[in-house]
């Protein structure tokens, strides 16, 4: 039952992706037909390679992270703060922030991981952009070998789910339905490849990336029927 789970062992996190370059044009002959391949089925015939290539930010060996954001409850009595911070920028530097992050404060075998589709995108998201880059991965990333109920990674989607592998509830739409205020948001994710690359406005990023964090939190307290956060318990660190 989700209430037996500690609030502050769960460190919830959100990342935000772009294509690994700019332009089509700028990558090597040898990507562009793995590109092809790769995205043959999406494609079909309606758009090009070259035109289907402002999505590639969905596949890590095409994109990359720009962002990762996360939150954790900090509880003393009956004073609950839920705090966020965000790695960013050059990706190999985030990476390794965020690696250590785990390693100091979240390794013990208490702390879980809690993304919304995290386990379908996020979690392995993650890992393989570390090993693309040669970061060995950290212990709660690193699935090899564990049996499933081993596994440190909670995902707010699949608790909605309730068994319905067929089933997809974006993080806006479950928020709504289950009655969590939308946060003043001014982007979605459609829109971070242009925000990156064409408006060069990473805080934009940085900061629709934290309202995610906080959403998914706030989904995790509807699930287990507490009462949700409000915005004096929420502090950016």
């Given amino acids: 039952m989700l209430t037996k789970i500690i609030l502050d062992n769960i460190l919830f996190l959100d990342i935000e992706t772009v294509p690994e370059n700019q ?19 999406q494609r079909k015939e309606e758009y ?9 930010g969905i596949w890590a060996e095409f994109g990359k992270i720009v962002c990762i954001s996360v939150g954790y409850f900090v509880l003393k009595g ?23 992050l785990l390693i100091e ?29 040669g970061i060995k991965l950290p212990y709660k990333l690193d699935l090899f070998g564990k049996k499933p109920w081993e596994v440190p990674h909670l995902d707010t989607m699949e608790l909605w789910k309730f068994g319905d592998y ?18 003043k948001e001014d982007m979605d994710g ?35 029927g507490d009462d949700l956060l409000v915005d004096e318990e929420i502090k950016k660190v």
């Fill in 23 to 41: 332009d089509y044009g700028e990558l090597s002959t040898e990507k562009q037909l793995l590109w092809e391949q790769k995205t043959a089925y």
């Fill in 190 to 224: 459609s829109m971070v490849r242009d925000v990156f690359y064409e408006e060069n406005d990473l805080d934009r990023i940085v900061t629709y990336c934290e309202l995610d964090v906080v959403t998914t939190a706030q989904v995790f307290l509807r699930l287990r």
């Fill in 166 to 183: 067929k089933h997809y509830t974006s993080l806006k739409l479950m928020a709504n339905v289950l009655g969590i205020p939308s946060p």
């Fill in 105 to 133: 404060h979240f390794s013990a075998p208490k702390y879980v991981l809690c993304a919304h589709n995290g386990k379908e995108f996020d979690f392995p998201y993650i890992a393989r952009r570390m090993l693309i880059h």
């Fill in 78 to 100: 009956d004073v609950r703060n839920f705090r966020t911070t965000s790695f960013h920028g050059d990706e190999i530097t985030l990476l390794k922030a965020f690696k250590n």
């Fill in 48 to 56: 090009s390679p070259e035109e289907f290539y402002d999505r590639a």
